[in-house]
């Protein structure tokens, strides 16, 4: 029986593109191949492994159908597809072009309708048909003989699907009742109605009974209550999205048999797309006889890291390997002699939890050589021999250590660097995709690790028993917040032993792998981010003392401002009404107010509320600027006051915030559990929650803060005289900014040119419009693109590094900071000016906004020396953007402040000698020292 095989092309091509979409496949010109990539496997799949005799890839057109003209809003809801998408489906169509295999394309059908036309055809002449795609709305045309060929997900297997299968999936008997159930229920996914209040469930039901949409219709006084309601109200509903549910099956397709049948692909021009594209891997499976080829090498105009993709992964069971169980008195001796032989090693650690004070200390892995490893169970009479390799000289790897060197210092064992964390070398070189060991692994090194699911599902507590498969302990636990404890001490030591030594060993190659790829960011990696780690186990160990009565006695003054603000909107409204819900909210404003001619809607129909909305309105009314407190006073209530009690450790008495190095793409560091990053300090209200941080007995906060360091490092990026000359006199830089762009004298500036000259000082970072700086500042945009044109005349310079920053970054790809880290804009070269817009922003700013992350993270290094070497008894506890937070012994105070201070001037000089002022203050809480 001859084999047709239809592969719905749209279908395909957006499922590889979004497959990858975390991790985008691009060339070494930075263009993103993934859809090409991904329909490229799927064809070559079907081609080696199902031996088709016929072939067909059906495409839509921009035309619309009648369904589209039949119901307008048909798949109206859809995003516009995706930039980077549609310029992959002409080269999708060069690739079948090369393969020899037919286009079906008619204005007016959908793939779908073309495919299932010949699906019909292929009957009667005695074929057997499979349609290639994963929309499960091609089982209404299934038969004896056609079936669905459904793409696996995540390098899994194929699934076919026929009959058999369509009450298991479908829950319906035969093929057009699929029709019916989706004019019953809808597709949200088609933006088909479907009837009210029937979903799948229902619709399989009445189906069922009924037999088709029409039948149930003609029968609904056998129905009662809101079900029958619905579908009375809403019958011509039910009726059209049967129809547009249905597949076109007599389409005026005219291709013939012959036409479709399989036929010698042209080699030549297959290759030519392959090395344009550069698949490696790809050519390797087609040609497997040919030279090898090689990418254009890294230069200015080309991203330096490109990577292999693998179509499958090995797995344990099929590399060889030696693992070795540190069991006894002699192996642990071996193991001890061979570290301490060794200038570089990986370790990894397995513990019982997730919880830095509470993990006990199951084991350590130690790799030093790719496919070798050693686990070493953990016992107290390890502990002075362990804690001596660990503390030598040798440099460490691991991946995410900062969790492990935290455990380990909780057990008393301050580990000593130098350090490499793959997980940071890799966020640094792909920064957009996915950095936990396991991903990392399946696309540097095409191995698939042991995952801990699978060895320790039957051991896990209840409600960790279902988890999904996971990378690692760390990644595990972070996907069950719920539950941080794994009973990891239950597996038997002999799985637990390989699993942890594969561990180290995949990480160890994959540290060899990135080393290379650093290309430029080397310094990053070795002198900021990895020296960096001990730095913040040192300071998330030490933690902060909170003053719990405080975080009370100011949770109760927010409650009363907040039942105040309550009292006042419900006046204002002249009705009370749930203030937490949108929809009411909306209604007060904009139906029974007035607040806007022409007030925006959600996607639901909803009045759009948010921030930016009611900002957009302030001044219109006062409810206006009292919803915006209230919200404010909600949310820090509920976040800090609230919830803070709850973070403060049981063993230290203190809050221990956890930092993360290369979660924002500039380089800033993040806070979690509890995030002290986004307390505000510019409004009253968050002011006050800071008032509940307190030194430790018998010491004084100590916080030193950068003052207007973006604005001093845009000056010395820019090179721009006249903001440098300002900064290096000391004097007031939005005071001298105001003066210029309005052509007065300092002493001639008023209160509000000043805020209006910060605004746009620190708005021209952020790439502020004229219409941005209207609404912030309340002024008629002509007068706030004035301001902007103003501003720049009086400094050109800083205009030029603007537009050079963006030209540069278009024709190499990234920007980079002062140090050399880099992050890659794609968009530069968008068509869609929203998108390179926002693109064209970010560039500007990042090197201004990782400059200054770069100055700070080297500060806190060079601090952190200072302190130790010093053995002062003042510790560094907090960073919070362009601070530090010092618990300041009273002692130390005047030899200690000088050096800290220098010590954050002179971290990263600027260019053009842009002088740096670090601004400082003490006191008996974290609002007084700021």
Known sequence: MPRLFLLDGMALVYRAHFAFIQNPIRNSKGVNTSALYGFTNTLLTILEKEKPTHLGVAFDTSAPTPRHVRYPAYKAQRDEMPEELAAAIPNVKRLCKAFHIPLLEIDGYEADDLIGTLAKRAEPAGFETYMVTPDKDFAQLLSETTFMW???????????????????????????????????MGDTVDNIPGVPGIGPKTAQKLIADFGSVENLLENLSKLKGKQKENLETHADNARLSKELATIIIDAPLEVSWTDLELSQRDDEAVKDLFTEFEFRSLTKRLFPGSADFSPPAPSEETPAATQTIFETFKKISEVPHEYHLADTAEKQARLFEELGRQTAFCFDIETTSLDRFEAKLLGVAFSWKGQEGWYLPYSADLHPQLKTALTGPALKTGHNLKYDLSVLHHHGIVVEGPFFDSMLAHSLVFPDQRHTMDYVSETMLGYSPIKLAEIAASHLQ?????????????????TNKKSKELDVAAIPLETLAEYAAEDADVTWQIAEKLRPLLDGQEKVCHEIECPLLPVLVRMEMEGIAVDPAALVEIGGQLQQRINELSVSIAAHAKRPFNLNSPKQLGEILFNELGLADKAKKTKTGQFKTDEATLASLAGKHPIIDEILEYREATKLKGTYLDALPAHIVKETGRIHTQFHQLVAATGRLASTDPNLQNIPIRSALGRQIRKAFVPREGFTLLSCDYSQIELRVMAGLASDASMIEAFRENRDIHTATAAKVWGITESEVTREQRSGAKMVNFGIIYGISAFGLSQRLGIPRGEAAEIIDNYFKQYPAIEEFMDRTIQEARMSGYVETLTGRRRYFPDLTSG??????????????TPIQGSSADMIKLAMIRIDALLREGTYRTKMLLQVHDELVFDLHPEEQEDLIPRILDTMQTALPLPGGVPILVEYGTGSNWLVAH
């Open 150 to 184: 459904k793409p696996g997900k995540k390098g899994s297997e194929h699934e076919v699907i026929g009959l058999p299968q369509l009450p298991e999936i479908w829950g319906v008997k035969s093929p057009h009742e699929i029709i019916d159930l989706l004019g019953l």
């Open 462 to 478: 209840p409600d960790l028993a279902t988890a999904p498969n996971s990378d690692d302990l760390f990644s595990f636990a972070e």
């Open 832 to 845: 869609n000016q929203t998108i390179r817009g926002n693109a064209e922003r970010a560039a500007i700013n």
